[in-house]
Structures are given as structure tokens and as C-alpha cells.
DNA sequence: ACGTATACGAGACGACCCGTCTCGTCCGAG
DNA sequence: CTCGGACGAGACGGGTCGTCTCGTATACGT
């Protein structure tokens, strides 16, 4: 579904379709959100302006789209060895990875930014991209507490908020470096809050 | 200091530089930071677009010297009352209230999406808004350490990550609301990870 | 298989804002 | 008092916006 569909979506060119993704997706990383521009997707993609104004409200639905059709497998469940904490830095490690790498960084950074102004996209954002991950780590953690791992009083979605939004925070202001061993730490720590015989 | 002063300070204008804070803080209010203007700062505020140009580089830094500005006292000590949970409670409760106030949201948020997406802008607002409150609660990790109420290995800088970032993660995606029971929570949970006696 | 509807590529259009510049005025430092 | 420089005002070319209007090409309905 994309973001706004009202023309008659079965006569639209799956060609143009791809290439205005391409386009955007290359145009922001190369010159930056800010001059990123719908003329200037239109004439990469060799598309007329129309094409993308009657598909999209905006560059930052493109973009979203385009991103969303290139990140697929985000809605995968976490491996469950039974090591809760083996499991969580397992995880943490490859998406701290996944956002040192440069051609993530670009179109996610712009969108987080673009969320962060418009209150509208910032639901369509947390709702495609966050949301996913977030839940992801809240079953695990879920899973853990029904095998008396972790304190079962403890809200899993705050826990996971402690896990991530660190990291996001590092990472979209530039506060500090993401590293494995700093992924490693929050595990630790956030696991030393929760963990049950107390 | 301001961001980038050129010419002869001496004779700027006093009127005119609060003037363009008083435009540039009503109108991002009115009008969101995608559609405020330089031109509409200046008009707004009686002034001639080149008064801004000569002294800021972008609508950004405006925001950025208009909200700083308005904003004293960021940088005061956390009470130390020997009660490290009560004390961080307080402070973050304070905190709460001020990102939900609407005065304070809407620049605020505006420099935080305009930091994530220019890198240059986002050492300036992470120096001068971010990093004052870091190294306020930081402060106040230290002496409970050295009082020996937390973790003596514990890094300060993580903790304070730990109680801040999910709070203004949520705030900023709108991932959630900011309420005090919340922020009590955070303090409970990452005291509990750092707790001496283990 | 054909006819028709409609999305398509291309680009013109007015509106807006950009950042620079040029005025004439006014004010503050020396 | 003098005078240099910041000031308010606004003209200017350039770029992007979002809408529109072409003629073409293509996929659907019968």
C-alpha cells in the first residue's frame, strides 16, 4: 500500500515505479535530504514530475517507499537460544552494523528527520520502520519472562526502548560511536535492571 | 558568542537581533520549520533580509541563537539531596513538562530534525542544548558513585543515556507519551541496574 | 483484435523563496 | 561633529514548487 493511491493503480508503470526508488534513493545519497528535490528524482529516474505528484504527496513518501521496498526481512523474529543476553547482542551487533553502513544511513537518517518535523509522516515512519524492530525485541523479552529469566513485572516495551533508543539517539545526533562494545554494555546493564532473584 | 560573527559587532543592533528571535520563535510556531522563511522572519520582525544574512548562515542558526536565548538555566546542577532516585525523579519530571509544554516544542523539535540531517548543525545543538543536561545528571552520577550508592564501574555517560535517550526518543518519533509515571520508571530501572551490594 | 481510456514523458507556467546586490537613511564610536 | 558601517527596503536572477496541458504509448474491457 503506498501512501496516498487514487488514480487507477492497475495501469501504473511498474518501470517508472523502480526507477523513480532508484533515483531517490541514489539522489539522497549524494546531495543530502535537503537538496533532495522532486525534479531532480523526475529527470534521474527519466520520468515526468506528474508521474511521481500523482503517486506521492511528497519526496519524503518516496523516499519512505523506496526504503521500505529495499529493507525487506526488518520484521524477522530474534533467534531464541535460550541465553537471553546472547541473543540480544547478537542482534544489536548487526544493526549497529546495519547503521554504520552508508547506504542505510542516508535515506534512514533523512526520514527520521523528516518524522521528527512532520507529525504526520513520523507515524507512517514509526509504523513501517520502528515499530517492527521494537516488537521484535519485545516478544523476545516476552518469551523471557515467561521462562522466569527476567522480572515479570518489568514492561517489555520500556525495557526495549532502553536497549534501542540509546543506540538511535547515538546515532541520529551523532552523540557517540556505535560499537559492539557499547551494544554489549546496554545488554548487560539493561539485563542486571531486570534479572529475577532479587 | 554567535555562530558566525563577521563584521563590526559593536554597532549591530540590539533591537533588530531580539526582534528576529521574537519573529523567528512565533513563526515556527504558527507555521511549522519546513515553511518558515528567512523572508518571512525578516518581515515579520521589521527588518531587512540582509540584517539576517550578515549574521547568521541559515534559518537554523536563528532558531538555534533564539532559542538558546530563551532558554537559561539548562546548565544548573541536579539538587543533591543524598537521594539519588528522588533527585533524578525530580529533574526528569521538570523535564517532562517542559517537552510537553507548546513554547518549547515546536523550536526545539525543529533544531533536533534540522541537527539529524546536517551534520554541522548537529554539533552546534548537541554542544549548546544537549550536552549541558548530559553532563548535569552525569555530575550527579559521579558523586553517587563516589558515595558508593551505585556501581563504581558503571559509566556515567551510559547511564545518563539510558535515562534520556528513551525519553527523548519518545518524544521525538511520538512513540509514546512523556508522563511522570514513566520517568519514574526509567530512574527505578536503570538504578536498579547499577545498585551496590550485589 | 480492436477501440478507448488513461497513465505516461516532456515541459510551460506563475508563485515562492533563495542568497546577493544596491540604494538612501540613520545611528553610534571615536 | 564627523563619518563609516549597519540598517530597512526591495530589485534581481536562479531554482524548486505544484499545477497544467500537450501528444504518445500502453493496458484494459468488450
Chains 1, 2 share one sequence.
Not at 545519497?29 to 511528497?58: D, F, H, M, N
Not at 546495519?98 to 518535523?117: I, M
Not at 557499547?182 to 531486570?194: F, W
Request: aromatic residues 8%.
Amino acid at each position: 500500500m503506498p501512501t496516498t493511491p487514487s488514480p487507477n493503480a492497475a495501469r501504473r508503470s511498474e518501470r517508472s515505479r523502480r526507477a523513480i526508488f532508484d533515483a531517490a534513493l541514489a539522489l539522497v545519497g549524494e546531495v543530502g535530504y535537503p537538496r533532495l528535490t522532486i525534479e531532480g528524482i523526475a529527470a534521474r529516474a527519466g520520468v515526468g514530475k506528474q508521474t511521481i505528484y500523482r503517486w506521492w504527496p511528497s519526496k519524503a513518501a518516496v523516499l519512505l517507499d523506496a526504503f521500505t521496498e529495499g529493507a525487506e526481512g526488518y520484521g524477522e523474529a530474534l533467534p531464541d537460544t535460550g541465553d537471553l543476553a546472547a541473543d540480544l547482542k547478537y542482534v544489536l551487533r548487526a544493526t549497529c552494523d546495519e547503521f554504520n553502513s552508508p547506504a542505510f544511513q542516508a535515506p534512514y537518517r533523512a526520514l527520521a528527520a523528516a518524522g521528527a518535523a512532520d507529525e504526520e509522516l513520523s507515524g507512517a515512519f514509526v509504523a513501517r520502520l520502528m515499530e517492527p524492530g521494537f516488537a521484535v525485541y519485545g516478544d523476545r523479552l516476552r518469551a523471557a519472562q515467561e521462562a522466569g529469566q527476567i522480572d515479570p513485572d518489568a514492561d517489555p516495551r520500556i525495557l526495549t526502548e532502553m536497549l534501542l533508543s540509546p543506540f538511535s539517539q547515538r546515532w541520529l545526533m551523532r552523540t557517540g560511536e556505535l560499537t559492539h562494545a557499547y551494544t554489549d554494555t546496554l545488554v548487560d546493564l539493561v539485563l542486571r535492571a531486570v534479572r529475577t532473584g532479587d
